[in-house]
């Protein structure tokens, strides 16, 4: 193929590959497309044990899906028992790193042997299936482990990413109607302590319904606990007593018991539970590894997300261990104690497959070539790419500086929603265009359609949406079904609207170009203006304020806040604006934190009184305003926020 800008992978690549040239894949995508049953039956049949087989593969009644129907499987046993009893039980299962540098090897024998004990003393202390736990914790092995004993018992978990505030983790837990709250101490991050239990101690004060919160001691430090409800995690694992301590039988859950509820932010101000259910997900993770990261047995793999979001739940934790691979955990922030920190790692773990976002890659290249340069990264063979789209620049660099040209880049394009990767190459078929994640996997038909949900032309921008279910799709909203149906399915009757806007080139090659709604991604992050602008609203002194996403060079977007404020009010702004962006940080998490807090006389409005967010967010991008403005009931307002612009 001669078209510029294609990078396809080398004949090695191609030959050691799991999915071996366009004509591998394709045969794939044919065999999803003529009958998706049989392909998907025939994947969860070969790659995931069930204790109990289905009767039928799929019960699709939108906007509702049922998979694997009336099969039992367990997520636990599929990461662990199957591996331990297996010539994978002395492999290293979870290879963690602390950020001050302790190292915990745990194989999948002993990592089953921990998760085991953890699920006895949920277990011993009347958890079981059905109920619901939140776990609020730093990166260390105890999350995973928290996460698989959970899971082992059929308690539906929710992770609660550490950098969020003690309000948002109480609406959680109240959401959730969890009754176990599974944290630590603190964590650390750049040496200083991050205190989680001072949090849990705020949030939990609200929230009558959590009977225990067990605390896992990482810091160190001072940490108050309350008798009766707080449990250092050691204590209860030392009072497991008896032969059976070490042993937790996983139990054979219906193929769609809940999993787990990860809370996202959407459209309003309130966050939401997506729902992901068991065997449907499981399979779609476990065989995105196999695809997407032709992930081999000898295999050193590093995500460096975060679990506290979903590439971590399903790119650190469930996929790669379902798979049997060596998943790489790092407590810590990549400056620490210097930018070469990652390429430390790389070299010392002799990491093959890196998977990682725009946003770090922006803000290494920021630090200059010498850093991966002095270390030896040859054991790399494969680079991914997740969160936002990769900008030309970010590809090239990471492709001849990391990869030295000769790493297949994998860019990958889903959602929290999606549960597992949609649309990426599998890369020793598909060559790579940068900037696009080009295809989508088998059994994923994705389309990008006008207002109206009519295709439009190849090369034209519209709406992705996707026809039909697939395995890891989101089952509901917690506590939610009507803004299940309202959010995803009314848009384009009968099918699932991502938000995203797309084009789709001759090639079909999918470009993602960014969110349609008012969510916001920072540093890939998804962040909702509107929860930002009820944080700020709760500030005594602000009367209304109006958030838009500001583009960011490192960040890719930015949170720039427009803030009107009650009568009588002012003062020194600098001071406000510092008091405001704190404020914000306490309210959501410091990841939240606003760039910028503009003061202004009034915000513009529709004549009904919708605040017009998209000439704020062509303000604070291009500094003018084009379009249509015939709606809006104060010109000047406009022409007063353009004007302060210009004279920044
Ligand atoms: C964006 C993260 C372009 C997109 C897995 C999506 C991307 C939102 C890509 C979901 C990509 C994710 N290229 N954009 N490869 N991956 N996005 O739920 O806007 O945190 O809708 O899931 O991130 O973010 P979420």
């Known amino acids: 193929m001669s078209i510029t800008g294609i990078y396809p992978p080398s004949d090695e690549f191609v030959r050691q590959a799991h999915v071996q040239g366009m004509e591998g894949y394709r045969e794939l995508y044919r065999r999803a497309e003529q009958d998706p049953e049989a392909f998907w039956g025939d994947i969860a049949a070969r790659e995931i044990h069930w204790f109990e087989k289905w009767k039928e593969v799929l019960d699709w009644k939108p906007p509702f899906a049922q998979w694997f129907v009336g099969a039992k499987t367990n997520v636990s046993y599929n990461c662990l028992d199957r591996h331990a009893a297996s010539h994978r039980k002395n492999k290293v299962a979870i290879l963690w790193e602390g950020e001050p540098g302790e190292q915990r090897f745990l194989t ?92 849990v101690d705020e949030a939990v004060a609200e929230c009558p319904g959590v009977r225990d919160v067990i605390v896992y001691r990482r810091t160190g430090s001072d940490t108050a606990m309350q008798a009766g409800r707080d449990s250092w995690w050691h204590d209860l694992d030392a009072a497991l007593t008896g032969p059976d301590a070490e042993h937790c039988p996983a139990v054979p859950l219906d193929s769609e018991h809940p999993l787990f509820v990860l809370y996202t932010s959407g459209t309003t101000g309130k966050p939401k539970g997506i729902l992901h259910t068991t065997g449907g997900y499981l399979t779609h993770v476990t065989a995105t590894m196999k695809w997407v990261f032709d992930l081999k047995d000898e295999d050193t793999y590093w995500c460096s997300a975060d679990i506290g979001w979903v590439t971590g739940h399903s790119y650190i934790v469930y996929g790669p261990l379902s798979a049997g691979a060596t998943s790489v955990m790092y407590e810590g922030t990549l400056d620490y104690p210097q930018f070469d920190r990652w390429w430390r790692l790389v070299e010392k773990y002799r990491v093959n497959i890196l998977y ?31 969160g936002e789209p990769i900008n030309p620049a970010a590809w090239e660099w990471y492709n001849r500086v990391i990869g030295k040209g000769r790493c297949p880049i994998v860019d990958t394009w889903w959602q929290t929603e999606t549960g597992g990767i949609l649309i990426a190459p599998m890369p020793g078929a598909v060559p790579a265009k940068p900037g696009s994640g080009t295809l ?142 704190q404020w914000v940080a306490h309210e959501i998490g410091a990841f939240a934190r606003p760039e910028e807090i503009r003061f202004t006389d009034a915000l513009p409005k529709t004549r009904s009184g919708k605040i017009m967010r998209r000439l704020l967010r062509e303000i604070v991008t291009s500094h003018t305003v084009t379009g249509d403005v015939t709606t809006l009931e104060d010109l000047s307002v406009v022409t007063n926020l353009a004007a302060q612009q210009d004279e920044e």
């Open 356 to 386: 990682t976002s725009p946003t770090a890659i922006r803000a290494l290249i920021r630090q200059g070539d010498h850093w991966p340069e002095a270390h030896d990264l040859s054991s790399l063979r494969l680079l991914g790419s997740v």
């Open 108 to 199: 999948y024998q002993e990592l089953l042997r921990l998760v085991s004990r953890f699920a006895n003393v949920l277990k011993a202390r009347g958890y079981k299936a059905g109920d619901r736990s939140i776990i609020y914790m730093p990166m260390i092995p105890e999350l995973p482990i928290a996460m698989l004993a959970c899971a082992r018992l059929g308690i539906t978990h929710s992770v609660v990413f550490g950098g969020f505030s003690a309000e948002a983790l109480k609406a959680r837990i109240q959401d959730l109607g969890a009754t176990v709250v599974i944290t630590a101490d603190g964590g650390f991050r750049r040496v200083k302590e991050m205190k989680l239990k001072a949090a």
């Open 440 to 581: 989508p996997m088998p059994g994923v038909v994705p389309a990008i359609v006008d207002f109206h949900g009519y295709p439009v032309e190849p090369g034209h921008e519209g709406f992705l949406i996707l026809r039909g279910p697939w395995p890891g799709m989101i089952r509901n909203i917690w506590g939610d079904p009507d803004r299940f149906k309202e959010q995803y399915w009314t848009k384009v009757p009968g099918a699932y609207f991502t938000g995203d806007a797309a084009r789709c080139d001759h090639d079909g090659y999918y470009w993602i170009l960014g969110r349609v709604d008012d969510v916001m991604n920072v540093s890939g992050h998804r962040l909702s203006t509107m929860e930002v602008e009820s944080a700020l609203v709760k500030h005594p002194v602000v009367a209304e304020a109006a958030v838009v996403g500001k583009p960011h060079e490192i960040t890719g977007q930015a949170v720039c806040c427009f803030v009107t404020l009650k009568k009588g009010q002012g003062g020194d702004h600098d001071k406000l604006g510092q008091e405001l962006r």
